[in-house]
C-alpha cells in the first residue's frame, strides 16, 4: 500500500496501489466468481458467444434441428444463465457492501456529518422511515430558504 496519512492508523492507497485488486483475505469461491465475473465482462467474450451461437444455429439448420442439439442448446443456454445470475448477484453484493464502507468512512471523518448515518443500510425498518422523513424536512427546509432568497425576503 501506499504512504501512511497524518491522523490516520491505516495505509493510505497511492495510485499505483489502485491497478490491481487484491485477493487476500477472500474465499477461492470470492475469487472464481470474481475472475468469471471480469472475464465475462470483456467484449472479446462477448462477441465469441454471440459468433458461437449463431454457429450452432447455422450448423443447426444445416442439420435440420437435431432435437438432441436443440435439447442440449436449452440446458447449456439454462445453466450458463443461472450461472452467471449468482456471479453477478456476487459481485454487485461485494461492490455494494465497499462502497458502503467508503461513504461510512467519508461520514466518519467529516466535521459536521451525522455519524448516526454510518452502516444505515442494516437499520430497522423504522430507523431508515424516521430517517427518510428527517432528510425531506431538511430538504424541504433548505427549498423553502432558496425559494425566500430568490424572492427578495
Request: hydrophobic fraction near 45%; glycine fraction near 6%.
Amino acid at each position: 500500500m501506499g504512504a501512511v496519512k497524518e491522523g490516520h492508523a491505516r495505509p493510505v492507497a497511492s495510485e499505483g496501489d489502485l491497478a490491481a485488486p487484491t485477493h487476500e483475505g477472500r474465499s477461492k469461491g470470492s475469487r472464481l466468481l470474481f475472475g468469471v465475473d471480469r472475464w465475462t465482462g470483456h467484449p472479446l467474450t462477448a462477441v465469441s458467444v454471440l459468433a458461437a451461437g449463431l454457429a450452432w444455429v447455422l450448423l443447426s439448420v444445416s442439420f435440420g434441428f437435431p432435437n438432441l442439439w436443440e435439447r442440449v442448446f436449452q440446458t447449456l443456454v439454462a445453466a450458463v444463465t443461472v450461472v452467471m445470475v449468482f456471479v453477478i448477484q456476487h459481485t454487485q453484493a461485494r461492490h455494494q457492501a465497499a462502497t458502503q464502507r467508503k461513504l461510512d468512512e467519508i461520514l466518519r471523518v467529516l466535521p459536521d456529518a451525522n455519524n448516526a448515518l454510518m452502516a444505515l443500510e442494516r437499520a430497522s425498518d423504522q430507523e431508515l422511515r424516521d430517517t427518510r422523513h428527517e432528510h425531506e424536512q431538511i430538504r424541504q427546509t433548505a427549498l423553502d430558504e432558496h425559494a425566500d432568497r430568490a424572492s427578495g425576503f
